[in-house]
């Protein structure tokens, strides 16, 4: 891979001159000269200093796009090239699909004793962020990304329901969003897809999270289950996280509750959709 692209996506990941000296084993001059080399051949700024703090212009914001799937290809290119057959898969879900859609796609994987694999459960921004570090093959996400940035296909779609305690008189109802807003709200952590969801609907309704009555920060979801089947509060979230679980009762509220698509998410222009591809299809 270039030496120049490389310096650039190494002073994208740490938008500091000196850290990214630091870490090439460079000096500052030197990498101040790449990226000027870089600005000179596409004829345009690639970074700009709002204050003291450095960050990407439009044009910097494209060719980091191009330059993270060309880094993946050429790593790629070095494994095909030493003839190494590739059985080392590295993949990142959000938590509902990581620990509730996952798993038996993961089993049918790892049944071929040639198969190695990396499953990483984490919410969906730190997922992208290793995503674009090169770190991961691709994502299974529930929440919402940049789909001009990204290459993506649909998974499945998958309900996105109100839950409460059985005893609670949402069980079963269509509930007005003004009685809903009037409960205690147990919700993921910020950046997890499920809450991404959520916000942008109440968003869509003038509303925050703050509208309601009070408001829960757990990211755990064995607890958050547990905070509801005692009547702690309510929650919203994929139906895969309790299917058909009795301790649990359902209810809609429009319009934060309906169906969404789950992705398929990678770098564009790679052979990472195929890799997915396979995963999926494997007997």
Same mark, same amino acid.
């Given at each position: 891979?270039?030496?120049?692209?490389?310096?650039? %996506?190494? @002073? &994208?990941?740490?938008?500091?001159?000196?850290?990214?000296?630091?870490?090439?084993?460079?000096?500052?001059?030197?990498?101040?000269?790449?990226?000027?080399?870089?600005?000179?051949?596409?004829?345009?700024? @690639?970074?700009?200093?709002c204050g003291r703090q450095l960050s990407l212009t439009e044009a910097g914001c494209t060719l980091e796009q191009y330059a993270r799937s060309i880094?993946?290809?050429?790593?790629?290119?070095?494994?095909?090239?030493?003839? !190494?057959?590739?059985?080392? @898969?590295? /993949?990142?879900?959000?938590?509902?699909?990581?620990?509730?859609?996952?798993?038996?796609?993961?089993?049918?994987?790892?049944?071929?004793?040639?198969?190695?694999?990396?499953?990483?459960?984490?919410?969906?921004?730190?997922?992208?962020?290793?995503?674009?570090?090169? #770190? %991961?093959?691709?994502?299974?996400?529930?929440?919402?990304?940049?789909?001009?940035?990204?290459?993506?296909?649909?998974?499945?779609?998958?309900?996105?329901?109100?839950? &409460?305690?059985?005893? +609670?008189?949402?069980?079963?109802? #269509?509930?007005?969003?003004?009685?809903?807003?009037?409960?205690?709200? /147990?919700?993921?952590?910020?950046?997890?897809?499920?809450?991404?969801?959520?916000?942008?609907? %109440?968003? %869509? &309704?003038?509303?925050?999270?703050? !509208?309601?009555?009070?408001?829960?920060? /757990?990211?755990?979801?064995?607890?958050?289950?547990?905070?509801?089947?005692?009547?702690?509060?309510?929650?919203?979230?994929?139906?895969?996280?309790?299917?058909?679980?009795?301790?649990?009762?359902?209810?809609?509220?429009?319009?934060?509750?309906?169906?969404? #698509?789950? +992705? /398929?998410?990678?770098?564009?222009?790679?052979?990472?959709?195929?890799?997915?591809? #396979?995963?999926?299809?494997?007997?």
């Amino acid at each position: 891979m270039d030496t120049k692209l490389q310096t650039f %996506l190494t @002073l &994208c990941d740490t938008m500091n001159y000196h850290a990214a000296a630091d870490l090439l084993h460079l000096t500052q001059p030197a990498v101040t000269r790449q990226i000027q080399a870089l600005e000179a051949e596409y004829r345009t700024h @690639l970074f700009r200093y709002c204050g003291r703090q450095l960050s990407l212009t439009e044009a910097g914001c494209t060719l980091e796009q191009y330059a993270r799937s060309i880094q993946y290809n050429y790593e790629t290119l070095r494994q095909a090239m030493s003839h !190494a057959k590739r059985h080392h @898969l590295r /993949i990142g879900a959000t938590k509902t699909i990581g620990e509730y859609v996952l798993p038996d796609a993961v089993l049918r994987f790892a049944a071929n004793p040639q198969h190695e694999m990396t499953l990483i459960v984490d919410n969906t921004a730190h997922l992208l962020h290793l995503l674009d570090r090169n #770190e %991961l093959d691709f994502l299974v996400l529930e929440g919402v990304f940049d789909k001009q940035r990204y290459g993506w296909m649909p998974f499945r779609s998958e309900p996105f329901i109100g839950i &409460c305690a059985p005893e +609670h008189p949402f069980a079963g109802q #269509e509930v007005p969003l003004q009685e809903v807003l009037q409960e205690s709200l /147990i919700v993921r952590e910020p950046g997890s897809g499920t809450r991404d969801i959520l916000e942008r609907q %109440l968003h %869509l &309704c003038g509303y925050q999270t703050t !509208a309601f009555r009070r408001v829960l920060t /757990i990211s755990s979801f064995p607890l958050i289950r547990r905070l509801i089947a005692a009547q702690h509060g309510i929650s919203f979230l994929y139906q895969a996280v309790v299917d058909a679980d009795p301790t649990f009762a359902h209810f809609t509220a429009s319009p934060l509750t309906g169906t969404h #698509e789950f +992705h /398929i998410v990678y770098l564009p222009q790679t052979k990472a959709s195929q890799y997915a591809e #396979e995963f999926f299809s494997y007997p």
